[in-house]
């Protein structure tokens, strides 16, 4: 396990990788990085399944997208059946997202389909990979409070991990308290207003994570983010610590096999 770095959310089955997938992934590999591949729908589900079992050191979740065909019941029997499947590790990536949802049906209906899927993943004991991102209008639009409100009314037996963390130092403290995991990606490393955050944070209770295709960290910004870039957030985590890279690579690998329950 020594110095094997883990994703600990990605999306290499996504179209950005459609030229070079296979390479990426080797790329990710041979540098020592192993990966989750998040499903977003039940499409990108199958494709994470499929990726995973081709490759030792990728697993797979799979999960509905808050911002997904907000017309589109869950189709929990469906997701039942995948969460089944051998290497699949999580149910996310699930929760709620105001940012591109802005309308009060669409939230409510956005709710709704949450704890639909919460209690596919109580029933199934598996953790959660939480997508939760603030709207554009102030209180109004914050999802942070409302995803603690409904996770406090049962949904935590199983743990999980809030993916890009963007909330307040209270609001972490609010997940760590009800046994949850904060993801951190490339967002650390050109955006100051969560350095505390990090800090205030225990190793023991920290994932890294991509994101990729998206926010790509340091020094790469502007290019296509990918797996092996998730070297970039362990630095900045160590730094903004003041540990070494390879107690942060560590220990966050030994939460992802807490969380998980994978072997590296």
């Given at each position: 396990m020594k110095n094997t770095i883990v994703d600990s959310h990605c999306h290499p089955q996504f179209p950005q990788y459609e030229k070079d997938r296979e390479e990426m992934i080797q790329r990710a590999l041979d540098g020592g990085v192993f990966m989750i591949c998040v499903g977003t729908d039940l499409e990108t589900s199958k494709q994470g399944?499929?990726?995973?079992?081709?490759?030792?050191?990728?697993?797979?979740?799979?999960?509905?997208?808050?911002?997904?065909?907000?017309?589109?019941?869950?189709?929990a029997?469906?997701?039942?059946?995948?969460?089944?499947?051998?290497?699949?590790?999580?149910?996310?990536?699930?929760?709620?997202?105001y940012y591109r949802t802005e309308k009060p049906k669409d939230q409510k209906f956005q709710k709704e389909r949450f704890i639909q899927q919460l209690e596919l993943a109580k029933e199934m004991k598996?953790?959660?990979?939480?997508?939760?991102?603030?709207?554009?209008?102030?209180?109004?639009?914050?999802?942070?409070?409302?995803?603690?409100?409904i996770l406090k009314k049962g949904y935590t037996d199983n743990g999980g991990v809030v993916?890009?963390?963007?909330?307040?130092?209270?609001?972490?403290?609010?997940?760590?308290?009800?046994?949850?995991?904060?993801?951190?990606?490339g967002i650390i490393t050109f955006v100051r207003q969560y350095d505390d955050i990090v800090r205030e944070t225990p190793l023991e209770r920290i994932l890294l994570e991509t994101d990729a295709p998206f926010l790509t960290p340091e020094p790469y910004r502007g290019k296509r983010n990918e797996p092996l870039y998730v070297k970039e957030v362990a630095k900045k985590v160590a730094e903004?610590?003041?540990l070494s890279v390879d107690e942060v690579i560590t220990k966050t690998t030994q939460n992802i096999i807490n969380l998980f329950k994978i072997s590296i």
């Open positions: 399944i499929e990726l995973a079992k081709k490759h030792d050191g990728m697993w797979a979740s799979v999960g509905l997208h808050p911002n997904d065909n907000l017309n589109e019941k869950f189709e029997e469906k997701y039942r059946e995948l969460l089944q499947k051998k290497k699949v590790v999580a149910f996310g990536e699930i929760g709620l997202d598996v953790p959660l990979i939480l997508h939760c991102r603030d709207g554009k209008s102030g209180s109004v639009g914050r999802t942070y409070p409302d995803m603690i409100e993916h890009s963390f963007t909330g307040s130092l209270n609001e972490a403290k609010q997940f760590l308290d009800l046994g949850f995991y904060l993801g951190f990606n903004l610590k003041n």
